[in-house]
């Protein structure tokens, strides 16, 4: 099954998949997935709301959020009440978000290209990859779409080390749209080992029947140069027209996060919000082909709502993270939701929480949540008007803790070695594990050469829960360098490995 849109770029390839009908339940279910055995849940608990702007400054939407050991980059659309001015901009806080340290307008409003709309980040070590959507009117019914580029440092000069000169491509708003036309709106990053991806999506139908295709496209890390574009045709593993994903490597795959049409009842193309709709996880292998081990999962389920614009989608290393906006009831009298959801390695739901609630209908407000999580917090972005055009967008700060799972603290296989916490980590962490019976144990630090480089343990210990600090940082002449290591736990003959990345 192949379909694709009109598009333009350097080289252009179509992921195409045979299916022998239309998605409607979770394909593939990986066997391994029978053997998990699920240790531990997450509850989280809110520590502060931070809010970016006030009304004197112009109000603002749509933040993004990057945390970094000791700073809080927020990259939001500002003066959002001056109509078509609005800027993207930053403010630069403490690590705790206690003081602002400086604020910088990074995109203004252009006679030529219009002012900025969408924005998507994703950190990359020291850099901050972001893609954006300008809107120029041409009329007071028509518009013209662009879609930028930029790359910065993820430091207190926040230096715009690359960008693109001219826009990535141009496009209209949905409405103006033809079928098959490309939607430039809150375009998805991903950054890859040596180049960087943004994923826009094509305009289809809502409706189960209908293809679901993004565009890819592939640029390098250091110039965003254009090096690529292709079609993804995900029409064998989801319904409908493709909506605001968000993407995560982890372990040597791309995982993506998306909705899928699973009713055709009550069907509106003229919104994403039109169709009842799931989230499903899609996993591709590094050249962008379905893993068929592991090709898709339905991750959330509730009944007879539209689950869409997911916007979040990151893991600690112990649980993965996905945020999203819910859809229920219809308008005027709807309703609409942000959420968090936290899931185990296996991909089970451990957690949810609902951040924020608005009337689904005019002046009910805009659900856009953000996504960002570091060590054991997690920060969630918020528009808090009544529009895109007003009020003052907010940072919420929870802490994540793990929590057992009645009957299962004791583990089955002798020992259990849990994610080290925080993840990844500056200075000290926790290393947890449990031994079913009294053994003998060591634990031990390895580089990702296979080098070991701290033995944390060598004692005989009682049966039960465990805890080992490990302080990275002093070890060796200067400590570790900043990298992903390996921590093993060996006991009675049995052997676990969890990785961990420490940042100095």
Avoid: C
């Avoid at 103006?176 to 994923?199: R, Y």
Wanted: aromatic share 8%; charged share 20%.
């Amino acid at each position: 099954m192949s379909r694709t849109g009109p598009g333009e770029g350097t080289s252009r390839r179509t992921t195409a998949f045979a299916a022998p009908a239309r998605f409607f339940v979770a394909l593939i279910a990986p066997a391994f997935l029978g053997a998990f055995v699920t240790t531990a849940g997450a509850q989280l608990t809110l520590l502060k709301t931070v809010t970016v702007t006030t009304a004197e400054q112009g109000g603002s939407a749509r933040p993004e959020v990057v945390a970094t050991a000791d700073r809080t980059f927020v990259l939001y659309l500002g003066d959002i009440t001056s109509g078509e001015n609005r800027t993207f901009s930053l403010k630069l806080y403490d690590g705790s978000l206690d003081s602002v340290l400086a604020t910088r307008v990074l995109v203004s409003r252009t006679t030529a290209y219009g002012s900025p709309t969408d924005i998507r980040v994703a950190a990359d070590g020291q850099y901050l990859q972001v893609f954006y959507e300008t809107h120029k009117p041409t009329s007071p019914t028509t518009a013209v779409t662009y879609l930028w580029g930029a790359r910065y440092t993820l430091d207190d000069s926040f230096t715009r080390v690359a960008y693109t000169a001219t826009p990535i491509t141009s496009s209209k708003p949905m409405a103006e749209l033809p079928e098959g036309g490309e939607l430039l709106d809150d375009p998805a990053p991903l950054v890859g080992p040596g180049s960087v991806f943004v994923i826009t999506r094509l305009k289809y139908s809502l409706a189960t029947t209908a293809p679901t295709t993004y565009r890819v496209r592939e640029f390098s890390k250091d110039s965003l140069a254009l090096l690529s574009q292709f079609d993804l045709d995900l029409s064998a593993v989801a319904n409908g027209r493709g909506r605001v994903t968000s993407l995560l490597r982890s372990n040597g795959v791309i995982r993506m996060a998306l909705a899928t049409t699973v009713s055709d009842v009550g069907l509106n193309d003229a919104v994403d919000d039109g169709a009842i709709s799931d989230l499903a996880l899609v996993t591709l292998r590094e050249d962008w082909t379905l893993d068929p081990q592991d090709s898709v999962r339905i991750i959330s389920t509730e009944p007879n709502d539209r689950e869409n614009y997911v916007t979040g989608l990151r893991t600690d290393g112990e649980f993965f993270y996905v945020t999203y906006k819910q859809a229920v009831g219809i308008p005027p009298t709807g309703e609409q939701r942000a959420w968090i959801k936290i899931f185990d390695g296996g991909f089970r739901m451990v957690h949810q929480e609902l951040i924020r609630t608005t009337v689904w209908g005019p002046g009910g407000g805009e659900i856009r949540p953000s996504l960002e999580v570091r060590g054991n917090r997690i920060f969630s972005g918020q528009s808090a008007g009544a529009s895109l055009g007003s009020g003052n967008a907010q940072v919420l700060v929870y802490e994540v803790a793990t929590t057992s799972v009645p009957g299962e603290e004791t583990p089955r296989t002798g020992i259990a070695l849990w994610q080290n916490r925080p993840n990844p980590f500056h200075g000290t962490t926790a290393i947890r594990f449990t031994l079913a019976r009294r053994e003998r144990v060591t634990l031990k630090v390895f580089d990702a050469l296979g080098r070991e480089v701290a033995e944390l343990l060598d004692a005989e210990l009682n049966p039960g829960q465990h805890t080992v600090p490990f302080s990275a940082g002093t070890l060796q002449a200067g400590g570790l360098p900043s990298g992903v290591y390996l921590y093993r736990l060996t006991a009675g003959g049995l052997a676990e490995t969890r990785r961990m990345v420490f940042t100095r």
